[in-house]
């Protein structure tokens, strides 16, 4: 308002007016305003013989169409066109400045689409959650570990810390024989586990989960490693549903 909103107007910023005819009365003051304090005043609008036309520094001029409205009353054509110029003044100015995905969600962290960029770092299981244990363990451990840890897995590394196979409660199943408590975990571990790094979508986490095309067997659990393939978290499919995701 007029009468005091506009001295948040301080020099640094630039104001975007819009009025289709450029004479629109709650704009005249803010005009004045603008030129006094030598603030950057870009307008837009049909009328580059107007106010708005006449007194901005820079005019995005728009086309001088009919409006749609069969009385040529409400604004329909102009607020189309202001609204598709405003859209691509948004994209234009986040590729100038490199916005991405990752710094919409500081500043969009609700709602539907800041949900669609979760992380899967924001929902793992971490540090004492997390059931990983040497290769070299027998069965028997293992099996104590995926009570105890409650995923149904235990991710198995090497020497080195890293990666190295995981044991399901169905791979157990799959191996029952006399003497499979005894044998080392590494003889019964699937070697190529699913994984995921910390920084994926949660979303793309479960189509991971979900492709059956690459596996004859749905899973639910995705082990979470750090650039050096070591495990860091686990993502389950229940994490996405509370989540919100299906």
Request: glycine content about 8%; hydrophobic content about 40%.
């Amino acid at each position: 308002a007029s009468h005091g909103d506009m001295g948040m107007i301080v020099r640094g910023d630039v104001v975007l007016a819009l009025s289709n005819s450029g004479e629109a009365k709650e704009l005249l003051d803010l005009i004045e305003y603008t030129r006094r304090f030598a603030i950057p005043l870009i307008g837009i609008t049909s009328k580059p013989e107007s106010t708005l036309g006449t007194k901005s520094d820079v005019v995005l001029l728009l086309p001088n169409c009919p409006e749609a409205c069969p009385n040529g009353l409400a604004p329909t054509t102009s607020t189309t066109m202001t609204m598709a110029l405003g859209d691509a003044l948004a994209i234009t100015l986040l590729e100038r400045k490199g916005f991405t995905a990752k710094d919409f969600k500081v500043f969009h962290p609700g709602g539907k689409l800041g949900q669609q960029l979760m992380r899967v770092s924001e929902i793992m299981h971490r540090d004492d959650r997390l059931p990983v244990a040497s290769e070299n363990i027998l069965v028997s451990q293992a099996v104590k570990i995926i009570s105890e840890k409650g995923f149904g897995c235990v991710a198995l590394t090497d020497e080195n810390g890293v990666l190295a196979g995981i044991i399901t409660d169905g791979d157990i199943r799959r191996h029952l024989s006399d003497g499979l408590l005894d044998k080392p975990a590494k003889d019964i571990m699937s070697r190529t586990p699913k994984t995921a790094a910390p920084d994926t979508l949660v979303a793309e986490a479960m189509a991971i989960m979900n492709d059956l095309k690459n596996s004859f067997r749905k899973i639910t659990t995705l082990i979470v490693v750090d650039r050096d393939n070591k495990p860091i978290g686990l993502l389950h499919l229940h994490d996405c549903l509370r989540a919100g995701f299906a």
